[in-house]
C-alpha cells in the first residue's frame, strides 16, 4: 500500500523558514518524480516544486528563489525548504507523485505565515 505523509508545518512570521518533508512507502523512491502543491481553502490547488528522479528541480513562478526542493533516496523522503515566507504563502502543503499511472496524495500539512 502506497503512502505519502506530510509534516513540518506550522506557523511562522514573515519572513520566517519552514522545512517540509514527505515520506513515502509502497513506491520504487528511486524511481519517482516527486511534486509539491499548495491549496488556500475556496482555491484550486496550484505546482509548488517538482523534484525529478534524477534529481532535475522546477519551481512555480511566485517561488522566486525562495524554496527548494529536495530528495533523499536512503530515506525516501522528499523535502521542501521554505524561506522568506509571506503570509501569502498561508495554505495547505500536498505532497504528490505519480506512480504506476495512479495520481497520488498526501493528506497535507497547513503552513501559516503571519504578518
Known amino acids: 500500500q502506497v503512502h505519502l505523509v506530510e509534516s513540518g508545518g506550522g506557523l511562522v512570521q514573515s519572513g520566517g523558514a519552514l522545512r517540509l518533508s514527505c515520506a513515502t512507502s509502497g513506491i520504487r523512491f528511486g524511481l519517482a518524480h516527486m511534486n509539491w502543491y499548495r491549496q488556500v481553502p475556496g482555491k484550486q490547488r496550484e505546482f509548488v516544486a517538482r523534484?525529478?528522479?534524477?534529481?532535475?528541480?522546477s519551481y512555480a513562478g511566485f517561488v522566486k528563489g525562495r524554496f527548494t526542493i529536495s530528495r533523499d533516496n536512503t530515506r525516501n523522503t522528499a523535502q521542501l525548504q521554505m524561506n522568506l515566507l509571506e503570509p501569502e504563502d498561508t495554505a495547505v502543503y500536498y505532497c504528490?507523485?505519480?506512480?504506476?499511472?495512479?495520481?497520488?496524495w498526501g493528506r497535507g500539512t497547513l503552513v501559516t505565515v503571519s504578518s
Open positions: 504528490n507523485t505519480n506512480w504506476k499511472s495512479r495520481d497520488l
Open positions: 523534484i525529478t528522479s534524477n534529481g532535475t528541480t
